[in-house]
């Protein structure tokens, strides 16, 4: 008897459960590529990506998503964007009362959630939600409002119900990163790539391409990819010296040479631009402006092994075994190197200066 009680019990509850949720009904912007779900109660208004949901004349969730960003950027220019977006909207409520501006993630996407409350013109208070993202390559918001102290569950149900067409730009970025992290760099390009389809004019997908390739030794490849990057943020001097890189390890001084250069001018006083042009340098053969360039990385950096390694190799070369002999010793103190470098340098401190005479 008990257990049929426990089955009426139980048998109610889900009929209750299920009783909430059926009234509720999917519309989607397939154009924008997303869809919420919205209770039966509520009027929808649809218009150029924007859907707009209301139960009475202070309760309402609006989901925008905006014309495609025209410039190029980054990830951290994402952000920044999204901030001041952010920050514009605040500017038009100068007396709101601020609850709290963090990070999170809304439908998997990294996003911007600002709550505040302001007393609008005809003397109504209300209290707002607007989350920011990025859809692709367009800024995208939710926005809440309503008369009450906070949101019911029904208004969060709305705004958290979002589900986007997937996956995303952020989302084969996110693979992308774990692939990396994990050192899987043909999974971590083909991600990017994914990402770049969706955003073209994202920059951070083109490097993160780049760096890869080069992980996997296609300099070829990593120099379109970080070119395209270049193409797309011409001021950003990292992206120069990745391409001098590759460049380098390809043989091509001349190419890193003014890849390097163009680094320096742009930032003067970060280091691994002249690390990349004291190794373009080094082989061109010109082996005072390398040993000036890795001076001059000594420092803004300080006393480090990379730099008084390639010093070694460079008094090695101009015949002055002495004070090479002095820098390979202080460099086989570190504990981890990689195994040419700590081979070379091994034979040197225990006197073979016949291995690898090409330059490390």
Partial sequence: ?????????????????????????????????????????????????????????????????????PLSRTNEENDFIIKEINRMLMDRFPKATVDFVKKDKIANQP?????????????????????????????AEIFCMTKNDQLDEEMKGIAYSLKL????????????????????????????????????????????????????KNYPQAIAAISKAIELKPKKAFYYNERAYSYIASNEA???MADANK???LQPEVATSYSARGNAYAKLKQYDEAIGDFEKVKALRGDM?????????????????????VLYQKVAQESKLPE?????????????WDSYKEWI
């Avoid at 302001?118 to 707002?128: A, E, R, Y």
């Avoid at 990396?180 to 994914?194: G, L, Q, R, V, W």
């Avoid at 389809?197 to 890869?212: C, G, Q, V």
């Fill in 111 to 139: 996003a911007l959630f600002s709550s505040f409350s302001s007393t609008l013109k005809d003397g109504t208070t209300v209290k707002i939600l607007r989350i920011s993202f990025w859809l692709n390559q367009s800024p």
């Fill in 165 to 216: 067409k997937a996956p995303t730009t952020a989302e084969w970025q996110e693979k992308g990163y774990q692939a990396k992290e994990n050192k899987n760099y043909t999974e971590a390009i083909s991600a990017f790539t994914k990402a770049t389809e969706l955003d073209a004019k994202n920059a951070t997908s083109f490097y993160e391409i780049a760096y890869a390739s080069a992980e996997l």
């Fill in 305 to 325: 092994v990379e730099a008084n390694f390639n010093l070694a190799q460079l008094f090695e070369l101009k015949g002055n075994q002495a004070e090479a002999l």
């Fill in 340 to 352: 040419a470098i700590k081979e070379k340098v091994n034979d040197r401190v225990n006197g073979n």
């Fill in 1 to 69: 008897m008990r257990y049929k009680k426990w089955s009426l019990v139980m048998f109610l509850a889900v009929l209750f459960l299920f009783g909430t949720t059926v009234e509720a009904r999917s519309v989607e912007d397939k154009n924008a590529g997303y869809s919420i779900e919205v209770p039966d109660a509520w009027q929808v208004s649809e218009k150029d990506g924007r859907i707009k949901v209301s139960k009475a004349t202070y309760e309402s969730v609006m989901v925008a998503v905006y014309p495609p960003f």
């Fill in 254 to 256: 001349k190419a890193a």
């Fill in 263 to 265: 680094a320096i001018q």
